[in-house]
Nanobody, 127 residues
Framework: QVQLVESGGGLVQAGGSLRVSCAVSTRTFPTYFMGWFRQAPGLEREFVAAISQSGTSTYYRDSVKGRFAISRDSAKKSVYLQMNSLKPEDTAVYYC????????????????????WGQGTPVTVSS
């Protein structure tokens, strides 16, 4: 069973930065495609960013392009989401997700493609 544990969420002012992390408990971490999703109160969960197994391909929702950056570290079995120029509308619980599938730009944003999920870490951006 693969477990994902997010950390690094918190309260930040608009325009500030925050990095959330996701530790993955599996020796086969390099074989997993990783994604970040978020869910704001009263809204559905939405895709934020994803990164391929090799780390060479990344995908973002339009509203975070140029502000957020996803990365992964195989030695630490972790994936990160660096969030800059944060806006109040970025406020949400951020979830890490993993799948052994090879995804691409056509399906990386599809939450049903991911098999494992973390418990989430809350991010609040004050105006």
């Amino acid at each position: 069973q693969v477990q994902l544990v997010e950390s690094g969420g918190g309260l930040v002012q608009a325009g500030g930065s925050l990095r959330v992390s996701c530790a993955v408990s599996t020796r086969t971490f390099p074989t997993y495609f990783m994604g970040w999703f978020r869910q704001a109160p009263g809204l559905e969960r939405e895709f934020v960013a994803a990164i391929s197994q090799s780390g060479t391909s990344t995908y973002y929702r339009d509203s975070v392009k140029g502000r957020f950056a996803i990365s992964r570290d195989s030695a630490k079995k972790s994936v990160y989401l660096q969030m800059n120029s944060l806006k109040p509308e970025d406020t949400a619980v951020y979830y890490c997700a993993a799948t052994p599938r090879i995804l691409n730009h056509d399906n990386a944003a599809d939450s049903s493609q991911y098999r494992y999920w973390g418990q989430g870490t809350p991010v609040t951006v004050s105006s």
